[in-house]
């Protein structure tokens, strides 16, 4: 049985549906106005896992991640690029579709693009203010009227009155209450607008979601998702928008199980621009080996659960990159039965009894860990294709062991295959001296030769 924590009720519950065999799980995208970045692949790595695993265990699962292509900061930047914001969006989700097709990441479900759902959102604000939890500013903007959702908070536990004692009032503000939020923004110059029965305007970031949710999934869903920073204000927003559109006492709970991924840090410290240590994720692929590189980060983000902050620097990715060679290596000797998954074998329960409890991704991996022991040891081919599998449910060990264990790294003007060749023959002709010096040339390339029965020699990078 799956079980799965609960942010909303801060425990572990089992996971029923809505609908019996089918799940709709919504995680909330990128931002596309740059790369993204390593913490948000942390996001991003942790929900395709869920997707892959529940389809793995027999969900059909609608996995939709939103893409936000009108906001603050892409206004800005296309400004400041001088370029339109359509120019932008359309090069920044390229981008992010080739950096998550690196990190192996299955394309969602769907990947709804929130200006394409501007009437959907005005729909719901036409709802809300209906409703009477959304009002018109002096200024043209439309707002939530938070004390008007009385469950507000209930996501992040939150009160309304300490929230309120440390929010300064902004000087002229047009809101009722300072934690009003907006829901539609005034045309101003420069800014893409949409006309709507507010006026010309632009949305609000946190209705985008609420819109991008019920017109692609539904007025309730099974799982949200997102970042740990997003539960507030974001996902208190998602939940008093969704819900505050049903008259009042009456309201539908709009996500029966929420989700939150941990921080990513960098060397213990939060990452941030200033610091210094703020890498996209584009950046830290472009350091490591191009074959090895993209499964060597999920790879590394799955070996913390998703709850707890996993710390990351070049040591740990390296040694990320070594444990994962490690089953490549034991698959590359030891070739993989075709079989089908079995999930009463012994290992394969175990698995599957990890996975289960709330996606325990490090139980998960050790239960892999004692699998390759035992394939090193027995050279079962059946073991070998069970490795395979289980890996494939998470997304893992899935290339070709030969072409992984290799890598892609420049190896500069060597020429490995014909160097590993002319020392076949060197060995035949009793050259030892030669024979020798070429291993050590390798060696110093960063190139490990083993050599096997009848004379052949393998190599893979260190
Ligand atoms: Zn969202």
Redesign the pocket.
Known sequence: MQTIYNTLTRQKESFTTIEPGKVRL????PTVYDYYHIGNARTFTVFDMVYRWLTATGYQVNYVR?I?DIDDKIIERANANGETMQALTERMAAAMFEDSDRLKLLRPVHSPRATQYIDAMLDIIRMLEEKGVAYRGANGDVYYAVREFPEYGKLSRKNLDDLRAGERVAVASDKRDPLDFVLWKAAKPHEPKWPSIFGDGRPG??I??SAMCREVLGEQIDIHG?GWD?QFP??EN?IAQSEGVYPKGQAKPFARYWMHCAFLNFDSEKMSKSLGNFFTLREVLNKLDAVQGGETVRFFLMRGHYRSEINYTWDTLEDARQTLLGFYIALKDVPPADVALDWNDPYAKRFRAALEDDFDTPAALAVLHELRREINRSGSKELAGLLRALGGTIGLLQDAPEAFVRGAKDSGSLDVDALVQERIDAKKSKNFARADEIRKQLDAAGIVLEDKPGGLTEWRRK
């Open positions: 919504y995680s909330c995208g939103n936000t970031w946190h985008e979601c997102g997003l974001h996902h998602e």
